[in-house]
RNA sequence: UCAGUCGGCCGGACGGCCGCUCCGGCAACGGCCGAAAGGCCGCCGGGGAGGAAAGUCCGGGCUCCCUUGACAUGCGGUGCCGGAUAACGUCCGGCGGGGGUGACCCCAGGGAAAGUGCCACAGAGAUCGAACCGCUUCCCCCACCCUUCAUAGGGGUGGGGCGAGCAAGGGUGAAAAGGUGCGGUAAGAGCGCACCGCGGCUCCGGCAACGGGGCCGGCAUGGCAAACCCCACCGGGAGCAAAACCGAAUAGGGACGGCACAGCGGUCAGUUCGCGCUCGCGCGAUAACACCGCGGGGCGAUGUCAGGCCCGCCGUCCGGGUAGGUUGCUCGAGGCAGUGUGCAAACAUUGUCCCAGAGGAAUGGCCGUCACGUAUCGUUCGCCACAAGCGGGCGGUGCCCUACAGAACCCGGCUUACAGGCUGGCUGAUGAU
RNA sequence: GGCCACGUGGCGGAGUGGUUACGCAGCGGUCUGCAAAACCGUUUACUCCGGUUCAAUUCCGGACGUGGCCU
C-alpha cells in the first residue's frame, strides 16, 4: 500500500465517490492501472493549529493501518479528509466508522458508476 | 515568618504490543529482480522536535538578479556616552530624567536662539507677545457732604468720560513670558536684593555622555521633530516555492522532407476552348501567379475608430521549457567541561562530543505502573477546654491522565504564548537571640 | 515555507491630530380604509493593548483577526 503524494492524484479522488463520517470523509476512485492501493490524507487548516493538525492526521493513519486489508480494493486511490472530531472521539468507534465507511464507499461505487464498473477484490 | 523584587534551570519517568523515517552493516541467514555489478524487502546496530520549533519584527550567512567600482541625489532605517559582536533596532557598563520606603523598575533620551508648519474649543491675548475685568493718576463733567449768612472759591466721598502709567490680582486654557520671599512704588514691575532655576565664560574630575566649583548677565529662549525638516551614522533588490542539473505528455518555435492548393466575387479574359448561325456576330465555359474588393479567426493593458501583422496537414531532427525527479540539506559565528583576561556583555585557549534531516511532509497509535497537581470522601494528628475553623499525614474515588505548542535552508537576537515545579541573590515589615 | 495588503454602526463605504460623512437596513411618526412609495425624526461604530501628545480613529510599537500572491 502505497501513499498519495501528487496534488493531481488528490484532486481526482476528490471527484470521486465519498462517504461522511462523525470524524472523517471517506473518498474513493478507481484507478485504470495494475497497481497497488493508495491512500491519501488531507487536513485543512480549519482544524486547527499545527499540533492538532498532526495529531489528527496519525490517528487517521493508525486507523488504516488496524484495518483489515479486506476492505480496500486493488488498484484503488482513497484520500481520508480529517474532522476536528478525530482530535478527541474513541478509537476503537473511529475503526468501526472507518470499516463501515468503506463498506457504504463500495456500494455507493457499484451504484453510481456504469454496470461494467465491478469491484474487484 | 510574611510580603516583594531580580535572575538561572526543568518542563513528566519507566515498561509492553504494533508501526514511521534517516544513516551504517550486509562478513552470515531468508525471499524477490537481474547475465553480472548490484538493488529492494525481511534482518542487525544507531539517531530522531522546542524553549519558544510560533509571530516573521530586526541582523547575518547562502543563492540568483542588477550595478558589475566609487561618489552624489532620492528613498528607508537608527539616534545620550563608551564597550561587546560577523552584524543588529540586540546585549553589557555608565550618564541624565521619572516612579517606588527599598531591592528595583520605566524612558525613540540628538537638534526648537537654520527654516517651514500646527496649537481645536475657551479666552482680551497662543508667539517679531497681549490688555477684557482690574489697579494708580492729570484734566473735565455730575451728585452728595463739609467750610461760608449765602454764592463763588476750597476740601472730601462716590460715579462717568478722555488721556497717561502698570501688569500685582481675577477669569480662560494643556500651556499666559522665570518661581518664592523681602524691599520699593501713585499703583506696580528683575526696578533692587537673597535663594532656586536659566544662559554665557572659565577651572577641576572623567576616554566620553556628564558631574562639581567660581565669576558674570537681571532673564532673553512656550510646547510639538513617534509634523516636515537639519545633523551624524547605516542600507543595491529579491528570496531555498532562491538557485543548479536531468527532463515526459500536450501546445507552441526553428530547420528539413512529403502531401495538399483550400472562403467568395472581379481583373487576368478584345485570351483560349466549345456550340450556333444570318459569317462576324451571339451564347456558354475558362487555370495558376499576381493585383483589387468583400469577408472569417487570432494578436497590442482596456473601449471605439482607422491601420498593421499572422493563418493548412503529416513525419523526422534541434533548442527552450512545464509536470516530475535529483541536488541545494546540514560540521556550525556548533554543543559541553576546564583554565585565563575583563565589573560585565564577551573574548582567548585546552580537552571532548557529533547531536533530526522530512518533503501531501517522519519523530507516532493503543495501553499499564508510578510520581506530581486538583476536587471530594473517610480517618488521624497539631493549634484549642470543647465545637467551629485553619494546617499537616495516610487511604479511596474522579478529573487532568499534562501547559503553550510541531523542525521545513541555517545561525544571532527581539516579541508573544505557557499547567506545574526546582533553585540562587537582594529588599521591606514583624518576631526571637 | 516565504512575500504583501486591510481591520470604521446590522451591511456597504468616505474621511481626518480637536465630538466620524453618506447610502441601504432597523425603529417611531406623517400620509392611507390598509399597505407600498415619499417625507420627517431617531438608535447603533473607529479590532485589542501600550507609548508620544494638552488631546489619538488618525502618529509609533506590539498582539489578534481577515484577505491576496508565489506553489
Known sequence: MDRLRQ??????VANGARVNSGAFVLQGRRRDDNGPIRIGFTVSRKNGTATERNRIRRRLRELVKRLEPVS????HDY?????????????AAMLDDLR????RLERQATKSRAPAATPIG
Open 7 to 12: 496534488r493531481a492524484d488528490f484532486l481526482a
Open 72 to 75: 480496500m480494493h486493488a488498484h
Open 79 to 91: 484520500v481520508l479528509v480529517g474532522r476536528r472530531a478525530a482530535l478527541t472521539s474513541d478509537f
Open 100 to 103: 463501515s465507511a468503506f463498506r
